[in-house]
């Protein structure tokens, strides 16, 4: 189960820093203002893409701890530039590293009680991860990646899937 | 792990069905040849609409086929109506409906070949899984949904996510 979710997290997070790296770097080359990228959103009551980055970092930090069955640890969304946004993602990653594979021994069956849309939930691990956790983390990496490409930043599957 | 792939699947594939509803009641609503949103895309070398909706279908038959060790069924890509593209999601339900658990008995260990990006690939299918065939289907199924958010389609994270 760990593996199943922090280490999928981790792979997929680590993309994201890659592909910021590659969205600041197409800032650079085009003269282009790295806020207006950050700002940017796919239509206007859609989350810009600090916020999906943001979200898909949560989404993972959050389905970790309470897989785990700890009380997750909120960061606050204070983040306005690239490097802030990679750290972010570093320390979601740090966060995640400091959950063992033992903390997950029993998470398939574990009752994960959380809030979505407003209402109270409550899921045993195993479909909290498949059908809750997983689709939410990939919708907010997806977005992010789409609100890129949207704008030019050239970006391949392979960004995405983060495969060596 | 038929759960964690046919009913994940099934899931959201259901979900992007009654996607395309409200996709095809916009046009309608709005005088929007059907064609124009079929045909949508977020950047000039992205994928269409269709393409997405038959790329997420194929991720999950294909994956489904692997899983269960048997070679994956190809369904041509023709779909030109929001009606065809709910068959070959029907379509598609229906083939991943064709296999049982026990067919999935072996499929955490199974060794999976693959191609990805024209390289050759092995994973075992807890791998396979959860690192290539889920990750792939939730990004054209995001995408999906996003070039229709993008064009003005009134959906919300519910619709995404498929919940009761």
Chains 1, 2 share one sequence.
Not at 11 to 26: C, N, Y
Not at 44 to 57: E, G, I, K, N
Not at 77 to 100: H, P
Request: charged share 25%; with cysteine; glycine share 8%.
């Amino acid at each position: 189960m760990h593996r199943r979710s922090v280490a999928v997290f981790d792979r997929f997070l680590s993309a994201l820093g890659a592909i910021l790296d590659k969205a600041e770097a197409h800032c650079t080359a085009r003269n282009i203002k790295p806020e207006v990228i950050l700002a940017a959103r796919l239509f206007p009551d859609m989350f810009s893409f600090t916020r999906q980055v943001q979200l898909a970092c949560d989404f993972a930090a959050r389905g970790t701890a309470r897989l785990a069955g700890v009380e997750p640890k909120g960061f606050p969304d204070t983040e306005a530039t690239f490097a802030e946004l990679k750290d972010r993602i570093r320390a979601t990653r740090g966060y995640m590293g400091s959950f063992q594979p033992e903390d997950f021994a029993h998470a398939e069956t574990r009752e994960i009680r959380f809030k979505a849309g407003g209402r109270d939930m409550v899921l045993p691990g195993e479909e909290f991860l498949s059908f809750y956790s997983l689709p939410q983390f990939f919708f907010h990496l997806t977005t992010a990646y789409d609100i890129l490409r949207h704008n030019g930043v050239e970006l391949g599957k392979r960004d995405y899937m983060g495969a060596p």
